[in-house]
């Protein structure tokens, strides 16, 4: 893990989202180095489900060696952050902004604030165990993970970086590289497990699916009993799969190995299949004939608009369009046959 040096002794932080995960993570690193932490977070009472409040955050960040300033804000009130902002400077006197989630205006906040304020985004290379990736991911997405440290470690990089480090996309691990960090595995939640690629990043190496697919931590999926098939309407979805099944080759098959079922609601919908393991491959309505390694769930258009190249697939999981069960590396597997397919769609 990467030392505190000190540096930040006395430095401002506004975090927005410290009261738990990936935001709390930065302000206790942060607070170890004596530095004033605003915690702009809207959970003012405990959740049942997700732990950590503005205030428990506060009373960890003095507890750490830091002085910490909780304030209520929902970053889509402009009002509330403007609010939030006044109290620092009141409290504090001038702060440096942590936000993530905002790369679209790095470039020009960077180029506005130039010599007043850096601003640089910051990503993970892999997916980030939190209390949301446990509610998105299921049973077992833990050991895929790596902990919210490499992300506080990787922000506190960039905080000790001189004003003129601005305007830049940052990837932790590279960055930490930088910094002579080596040991990664100290990052993981279950040390030499395979990590599952984060959902954003275009880089998604064959290397790590093949590794990850080995290791059935999903649990089985129910199977159901079949359907008729449906009187079709629009026939989008009929017309995406008839599609998909002319597009299908024994080195798709090979190469990809899994059995995809679709739950889809919406006109056409129902469950649908799309079997890569037997020979040649097969698509149809109604379950699979052996069990489904991912089920998906969601709406007919946002599925017509998934294979077709107009919707990303980890944009729709995300946002919640997109509900997967079952194995997140043959979900990425299936993502890349889509990009192959979406010239004919």
């Known amino acids: 893990m990467l030392p505190n040096t000190g540096k930040l002794a006395g430095c401002t932080v506004f975090i927005t989202g410290a009261s738990r995960g990936i935001g709390k993570a930065i ?42 300033l ?6 889509r009130d402009e009002q509330q952050i403007s609010n939030a902002v006044e109290k620092a400077v009141e409290k504090f006197g001038a702060y440096t902004i942590a936000k993530y989630g905002m790369s679209m205006c790095v470039l020009g906040m960077a180029e506005e604030f130039k010599g007043e304020i850096a601003v640089n985004a910051l990503w993970p290379k892999t997916a980030i165990h939190t ?16 902990k919210v440290d490499i992300i506080a470690d990787a922000a506190y990089c960039i905080f000790k970086r001189p004003k003129s480090f601005t305007g830049n996309f940052i990837i932790d691990e590279n960055i ?56 079709p309407r629009s026939r989008a979805v009929e017309e995406t799969f008839r599609i998909v099944k002319e597009s299908l080759s024994e080195e798709i098959v090979k190469a990809t190995q899994a059995v995809y ?35 998906m769930s969601m709406s007919t258009d946002d599925f017509v608009k998934m294979f077709s ?29 889509m990009n192959q397919m979406n010239a004919r769609l």
């Open 27 to 68: 302000a206790l690193k942060a607070a170890k180095d004596g530095a004033n932490v605003v915690i702009a977070a809207k959970t003012t009472q405990t959740h049942p489900k997700l732990q950590g409040t503005i205030y428990t955050a506060a009373e960890e960040i003095q507890a750490a060696g830091g002085k910490a």
């Open 70 to 75: 909780p304030c209520v804000v929902d970053v």
């Open 131 to 146: 209390a949301a990736m446990d509610m998105l991911g299921g049973s077992g997405i833990e050991s895929q993970c790596r």
């Open 176 to 231: 930490l590289k930088e910094e002579g960090i080596t040991n990664f595995d100290v990052y993981a939640v279950t040390p030499g497990h395979p990590l599952l690629p984060d959902f954003f990043l275009d880089e998604q190496p064959d290397t790590v699916i093949e590794k990850m697919e080995s290791h059935d931590a999903v649990p089985e999926l129910k199977k159901e009993k079949s359907q008729p098939p449906p009187k």
């Open 261 to 295: 079922q679709f739950e889809l609601s919406g006109e056409d919908g129902g469950t649908w299949f799309l079997d890569l393991k037997s020979k040649g491959g097969n698509v149809g309505y109604g379950e699979p004939s052996d069990r489904a390694d991912v089920m």
């Open 309 to 337: 190249g107009k919707l990303k697939p980890t944009v729709a999981f995300m946002s919640g369009k997109l509900k997967i069960k079952g194995n997140m590396a043959l979900a990425i597997k299936l993502e890349k046959l």
